[in-house]
């Protein structure tokens, strides 16, 4: 007599443990064992510890792959980000998977590093994984890969920017409204040269530095002068201040081809170039510094600095709300929530009184 196949999910996990020797172990049946680990009421307080008990005593690992081979997708959330280390986005992903915890998800995430090859590989490996939806805050234009998802049936919601017009959610800050506050901010406190430091080829520092121009356009004696970084990152402010330096220094504090201020595209290149220039100018008398974020230790910093906040946990939760809408809805219309930006002023653009 041959014994019946397993059921989904019940093929031996890498220990070699089944459904079938749990089952065993615990004097109950297979269906009894995936109705405990399917979390279904109907099961007795007695009987579901007993089935748990012998999880724990024989080392069983549930196979993930045989339940999304049953249902078709699987009970995790993809999120891509350009810069795993940037504490904004660890932000972005805590408010993401707080979220996605509430609704019993799991997140799974990709660090692309401003790399749109490896960017476009998670998107694969998460579209290989049949996850619930990719969250993604993209390198550079991704408007064919997000149709070629869609087409496919894939949930995405666009981190960062607004997606219009393609075919999903999204969820950001204004980053023109909140370049435009930074640079008035700046041109309030009598700053007329001013420095962006930023890649305005970036979608997010671009829409920054087109509303730094529009606040310097409201005010004639101002200028603004883009100083491209190697990276948004500490170091690549820390070389932005060494330029500075060379500056502001060798040709005199006064003179017009000097800066008296500058906006930073994210606080970690404002941060470098803080710690660069300490010491050597001073912060604001000399050189007022604005960043754009509000990371945690912004405020703690050498000179607490001051910025645009963004509510990164905000992002990621709404993110998830976004996905979790269009799971239950199927085809909901598409939101583009643009969420407003918040001027937070420190020491490094008024003096300490």
């Known amino acids: 007599m041959t014994s019946s196949p397993d059921p989904p999910g019940a093929r031996p996990a890498p220990g070699g443990i089944g459904l079938k020797d749990v089952a065993k172990h615990a004097g109950v049946s297979v269906t009894t064992v995936s109705n405990v680990l399917n979390g279904t009421n109907r099961i007795s307080a007695a009987t579901r510890e007993r089935v748990l008990a012998s999880v ?8 993930a792959a ?3 081979l049953r249902t078709g997708t699987s009970a995790t959330v993809g999120i891509i980000v350009p810069d795993g280390s940037n504490p904004f986005y660890s ?6 998977e707080d979220a996605a915890a509430e609704r019993q998800f799991t997140v799974l ?3 692309s590093s401003q790399d749109p090859n490896r960017e476009a590989r998670y998107v694969e490996l998460f579209e290989e994984q049949r996850v619930l939806g990719i969250l993604i805050a993209p390198v550079g234009d991704i408007a064919a890969r997000v149709r070629w998802l869609r087409e496919r049936g894939a949930h995405v919601v666009v981190l960062g920017r607004a997606a219009q017009p393609l075919p999903c959610h999204s969820v950001s800050i204004d980053n023109l409204a909140g370049g435009y506050l930074a640079t008035k901010h700046l041109l309030d406190i009598d700053r007329r040269r001013i420095g962006f430091i930023g890649s305005i080829t970036t979608p997010g520092a671009a829409d920054r530095y087109s509303g730094a121009r529009l606040a310097v ?4 004696s101002a200028t603004l002068q883009v100083i491209e970084p190697s990276a948004a990152t500490v170091a690549a402010g820390r070389e932005v201040g060494q330029q500075f330096l060379r500056r502001n220094v060798a040709k005199g504090r006064q003179s017009a081809e000097a800066f008296d201020a500058v906006f930073c595209a994210n606080d970690l290149l404002a941060t470098g170039l803080l710690h660069s ?3 050597h100018l001073r912060v604001p008398e000399d050189l007022a510094i604005m960043g754009f974020d509000d990371i945690d230790f912004a405020a703690s910093a050498i000179v607490p600095l001051s910025s645009i906040r963004q509510p990164a946990e905000l992002i990621g939760r709404t993110a998830i709300d976004l996905l979790d809408r ?3 809805a199927d085809v909901p219309p598409y ?5 407003p930006p918040e001027l937070v002023v420190r020491d490094s653009t008024v003096a300490h009184r």
Request: glycine share 18%.
């Open 56 to 63: 724990r005593e024989l080392g069983y690992v549930r196979n």
């Open 66 to 68: 045989a339940q999304q």
């Open 91 to 96: 932000g972005v992903i805590r408010g993401a």
């Open 109 to 111: 995430t990709g660090n």
């Open 217 to 220: 356009g409201e005010v004639s």
């Open 277 to 279: 220039v300490f010491g």
């Open 326 to 328: 269009e799971l239950v």
């Open 335 to 339: 939101r583009q929530v643009l969420l």
